[in-house]
């Protein structure tokens, strides 16, 4: 049994501090948000967790890929939809990934423990398309997903030649709202699979028992859900587990919702209960959903209390 986290980690901007940096500053080269992925790393390693992102810290999970995607425009926070989407002007989350694995070794000393890694983490089509508003050339969501799909495939296929990551993440809060063509959107996950030696996961936000049985039909490795915040779905899993059988879990047991640290024992209680119906490898724990809006001593603690747990299995 492994930990992870769903993806964002709270942003603290930090102005620079050394001489380099001042200097980088000044000719406007300075990244601001390097330290940030630096604490976002640290810190989650430092709780424990074992599969670590990059701490998404440069925005949120739409625009941090459609503004580098052409046919999308953004305006005042609100993402449009102008012409054909192509494919993107260039890797998207590549180079903080290499980062932050880069980090991972640093903090290690160069001898990084088995089982320790970084994954990828892309906005799902559907959710960036159902996220957008449509000004011109599609007449539907579907044709827009599908284009979208194709352009993302590039961003999925440079994370596994250049990261190596343990595995790749699509983030599609969306299909648990019953707004979305289910058949549209395994088409999209199918071509973002296509031709991929690492793992696929796919994190779905939200109460699954009006989507579980489309769900378990997406061609993914790990499906990831919330069952802290949401107590429908850990029993939907449990009466439900046959549909899922050959894929892991991606097990939320913290409350992302909460900007307080979960009590012990009910998250005790939980990963017990899911360790019962998926067995212990076939579970991946993590917060229900991404931690940033949570205060940075709160956001850490709920991860080291997770990983605690985990501990003791072992």
Known sequence: MRSTVVGSYPVEIKEPST????????FGSYDPF?????????????????????GQVRGDM????????????????????????????????VKDLLYAKKLIKEYFNGNVPEGKGIKGIVTGPSTIIHSSRITSF??????????????LKSEVDAIEKKVSPVYIQVDEPFLSTGMVNMKVAREAIDILHDGLS??????????????????????????DFEFAGNNVNIDVLENNIGLFKGKKIGFGCIDSAKNEVDS??????????????????????????????????????????????????H
């Open 62 to 93: 739409v625009s941090s890929f459609s503004k580098y995607i052409p046919g999308f425009k953004i305006e005042e926070g609100n993402t449009f939809i102008v012409s054909k989407i192509r494919k993107p002007t260039g890797e998207i989350s």
């Open 19 to 26: 001489t380099k940096d001042k200097v980088l500053k000044i």
């Open 198 to 223: 690492v793992p696929l996961a796919m994190h779905v936000c939200g109460t699954i028992d009006g989507a579980y049985k489309d769900l378990a039909k997406f061609n993914v490795e790990i499906l």
């Open 264 to 313: 012990y024992k009910t998250t005790e209680d939980l990963i017990s209960r899911g360790i019962n119906i998926v067995g212990e490898d076939n579970i991946l724990l993590d917060p229900d959903c991404g931690l940033r809006r949570a205060p940075m001593d709160v956001a850490f603690d709920k991860l080291k209390l997770m990983n605690d747990i985990k501990d003791k299995y």
């Open 138 to 151: 599609y007449k539907n969501k579907d044709d827009a997903i599908i284009d979208l799909a194709h352009s």
């Open 34 to 54: 390097k330290q940030s992925i630096k604490q976002s790393v640290f810190s989650q390693l430092d709780a424990g967790v074992d599969i670590i992102s990059d």
